[in-house]
């Protein structure tokens, strides 16, 4: 890393959304040793309208960034290995968080504490798993030795799993309105259980594909989307295939769907290929409406805010954008900055606007139009106003802070 002489100090307010605890700190750090650029992130999640959170391997837990405040606004820390996933219940009181080395712990949002955790620490083990809550909510769940197993979140005891078929592992479900039926993906295909049918213990195949990368329901149970290395198919109730998107020829990390049902978005990206895109689909019709190009490398994770104006994705890159869901357009790139007390981000809008702290120079040489984006950050008010000014022109209004 070039040496920087003078020392920063990066004050904020850090003021969660409505529903998060208050907290405040002011932080400072010597760019000399202290500071580094976050690369590999591997999640991404709205936790409302205007918060965000992500994480990765190098970033030390689970960070929320307020799209108003432009800032770090809570950290959640409290695994010992490197974290690979998370995701939040449905009313927001909890959420489940996974390491590389195999711990899986579910995690009250309003006591901050993890109530129950699963799994023994293992440091050479490092593999990801996927993970989720049951359809009621009342159980949390991640895919263990190829099954999908729960636990009560209240308890804390096991309570139900999944079983694989004896050629499969299970990487992927979706289920039915009911929870009855449960669709599972694997190594070559989907199958799927009817939980009232105890006879069939190894389920009904639906479809013979290569690897099952990416499963999900529509919100109404009417579309099962599934992504698999060669493409996305869009089946109907009926489990009758309406589409094969044949678009997508590479590797799919994560697919959603619009809030209506009437979109759904899948990004990419992988060692194998340089595609490192979120494309998007009319569901009616199966025409590609559009893709969304760049990040610099593989797009691991991606999500829809609650009222389907923003999409925000994650990548190796070691950025997340904020992207507006129907134009289709950036609006924001957000880079994680980890010091010596905590978590701190740099905001840059596609017209140049810079906030937050600045990019310790050598690390990586995070590029946007062959220009390096070292020291452009400021803390300064005024370039807070520009870049709130340059997102507020995709949210309709004015621009006045």
Known sequence: MLEMSW???VMAALCA??????????????????????????AVRFWDDNTVAFAGRSTGGVHFVNLND??????????????????FSADRKGMIITTFENEVAYYDMYKAKVLHQVGEYYPDYSTGKRLGFSPDGKCFGTFLECSMMYWD????????SVPERADECIY?????????????????????YDRNDQSNDEGTPLIDKSVVTCLRMRA?????????????YLYDAALNLQFDLKEQENWVNGIRYSPDGKRIYACSGSFMDKDYTVRVWDTETGACLGTMTGHRDQVDAMDISPNGK????????????????????????IVPIKAIDGMQILCFTPDGK?????????????????KTLASKGTTSKRAKKAVRKSIRKFEGEKGQS
């Open 7 to 9: 020392k920063t100090i």
């Open 17 to 42: 959304a409505t529903s998060l605890p208050l907290a405040g700190q002011v932080v400072e750090f010597d760019r000399k040793e202290d500071s580094k650029s976050i690369n590999a992130l591997h």
């Open 70 to 87: 432009l800032a770090v606004t809570r950290s959640v820390d409290v695994m010992q290995g490197r974290v690979d996933e998370f995701e």
């Open 153 to 160: 979140k209240v308890t804390g005891l096991r309570t139900d």
């Open 172 to 192: 992927e479900v979706a289920y039915s309105t009911d929870g009855s039926r449960v669709y599972c993906g694997g190594n070559h295909a989907v199958w799927i």
């Open 220 to 232: 109404d149970h009417r579309q099962l989307a599934v992504a698999t290395r060669e493409s996305i």
């Open 310 to 333: 923003w999409i925000a994705t994650a990548s190796m890159d070691g950025t997340v954008k904020l992207w507006h869901a129907d134009r289709l357009q950036l609006v924001l790139t």
């Open 354 to 370: 810079f906030f937050g702290t600045p990019i310790p120079t050598g690390e990586g040489e995070l590029v946007r139009a062959g």
